[in-house]
């Protein structure tokens, strides 16, 4: 149980285009949902809480504008990324906390994302 | 602001050697998770651990959680290459459903 998908899995795209990355929970509702970033050989670092039906929350740093989050069901969160940028590229991780139970978060495959 | 201090940062040992991998705050937590991530994939959760004091075993990993619970360890018994990868201990914290990363632990386990 608790499985969590992320589409696509790599994505390469030029400069200034706009890339969305979809992280479905399969098998379990998620009122939250975290998108994470994460450089070579680090840890992750938290971008944005999502809730279903509720604007998105940010971590400082993290232009709200440039990394859009909508979490439109129990099951589905998107991050887009707007007018790409090559120091956009990253490794995209988001995860998804259950309704009951603790504070345990299951996490998607991740998605590579590389602007040229 | 909570923070989770890993150590060490990088381990590299041969096969079959034990190890212990350390995750230690200054807070105090209500339960810290153990996750292990291969390199492009999503981090995967080993175990919770809740209790002060508490032992918790996976096979050849040993999970215990500090009396105060602000700490905890992870030992390997017996490495093998299928060990390899970013270890990461968390924690809630850092704000309202949010949980707390610690800095990581890279292992690599050489045959």
């Known amino acids: 149980g608790a499985v969590v998908s992320q589409h696509p899995s790599r994505v390469i795209c030029k400069s200034g285009t706009s890339v969305k990355i979809e992280c479905r929970s399969l098998?379990?509702?998620?009122?939250?949902m975290f998108w994470y970033r994460q450089f070579p050989k680090k840890s992750l670092m938290l971008m944005a809480t999502?809730?279903?039906?509720?604007?998105?929350?940010?971590e400082q740093g993290v232009e709200k504008d440039k990394f859009l989050i909508n979490h439109a069901s129990l099951t589905l969160s998107t991050l887009t990324v707007t007018s790409a940028h090559p120091e956009d590229s990253s490794f995209y991780i988001c995860s998804a906390q259950t309704l009951a139970g603790g504070k345990e978060q299951y996490f998607g495959p991740g998605t590579r994302l590389t602007v040229t | 602001t909570q923070l989770l201090e890993q150590s060490p940062q990088f381990l590299s040992i041969q096969e079959g050697e034990n190890l212990t991998v350390y995750c230690n705050s200054s807070s105090v937590f209500s339960s810290l998770q153990w996750y292990r991530q291969e390199p492009g994939e999503g981090p995967v959760l080993l175990v919770t651990?809740?209790?002060?004091?508490e032992v918790k075993k996976l096979k050849r990993l040993t999970f215990q959680f500090g009396d105060a619970r602000k700490d905890s360890s992870l030992h390997i018994t017996a490495a093998q290459p299928g060990d390899t990868g970013l270890y990461l201990c968390?924690?809630?914290?850092?704000?309202?459903?949010?949980?707390?990363f610690g800095t990581g632990t890279k292992l690599q386990v050489i045959p």
């Open positions: 651990v809740v209790t002060g004091g």
């Open positions: 968390a924690g809630p914290g850092g704000g309202y459903q949010k949980v707390t």
């Open positions: 098998d379990f509702q998620a009122t939250t």
């Open positions: 999502s809730n279903e039906g509720s604007k998105a929350t940010y």
